[in-house]
């Protein structure tokens, strides 16, 4: 009679995909040996992730910590209102006008005694031109309206408001998704500045959605430029 072999407590060997046998039945081919190339990538996203929002969440919380309620605005040496485009007729766009016709409430009420308008100017452009022109029409007397021509953008804006103009505090004028931007940028610029927000809504609500998302890469620059002033 012939003897049995031996008992083998082993798992059988499997044939796998493509021909080739693992220990313990697994075939060839398995998921297994790309869990750490996906470990590293969920890691690789999370740290991506990290560096988009982390300086998004700074900016954010310097800047909404000095809002103004509108109702209640603190006095200042002067109303900063930063340019947001021109019509094609030369005209101050939807956006500026709402933060002109704010500022122009504001000196109204006595919150401070000069406005300063900046934006870019450039060939037939003028910006800071036009938002005179604007408040002129809404009762700000001329000699109470200083012009920037160098506000290129909210840091420069904010730079040159204490470094050309001399002011030490100020309210800010924008819509409410810049204004916690523009608020950090001028107060690490030096100016002790309060903002008040003025609406954001458009008749094209995409442009709202992108204004609103280019906030976070935008929060990384001025986080940028306050490091390198």
Do not use: N
């Not at 046998?21 to 590293?40: D, E, F, M, Q």
């Not at 990290?50 to 109303?79: I, K, M, N, W």
């Amino acid at each position: 009679m012939t003897e049995a072999p031996p008992h083998d407590p082993r798992p059988p060997r499997v044939r796998g995909l493509r021909g080739r046998t693992l220990p313990g039945g697994r075939p060839a081919g398995s998921s297994r040996p790309w869990r750490p190339r996906r470990r590293t990538l969920a890691l690789g996203a999370a740290g991506l992730a990290a560096v988009v929002l982390v300086p998004f969440l700074v900016v954010q919380g310097v800047g909404r910590a000095h809002v103004a309620d509108p109702a209640d605005v603190p006095a200042s040496d002067v109303v900063v209102v930063l340019g947001a485009g021109l019509r094609p007729d030369g005209t101050p766009s939807t956006y500026l006008r709402r933060r002109l016709d704010a500022a122009a409430d504001l000196h109204a009420r006595g919150v401070a005694p000069v406005v300063l308008v900046s934006g870019d100017a450039h060939d037939d452009y003028d910006e800071p031109g036009a938002m005179r022109a604007w408040l002129l029409d809404r009762g700000v007397p001329d000699d109470a309206i200083l012009l920037d021509r160098e506000g290129f953008d909210t840091h420069a804006t904010c730079t040159r408001a204490v470094a050309e103009f001399g002011f030490a505090d100020a309210v800010v004028v924008t819509q409410t998704y810049h204004l916690p931007r523009a608020l950090f940028s001028c107060r690490v610029a030096g100016l002790d500045a309060v903002g008040v927000g003025v609406s954001a809504a458009s008749v094209e609500p995409w442009k709202a959605v992108v204004y609103r998302v280019r906030e976070v890469p935008a929060a990384a620059k001025a986080l940028l430029d306050a490091a390198l002033r």
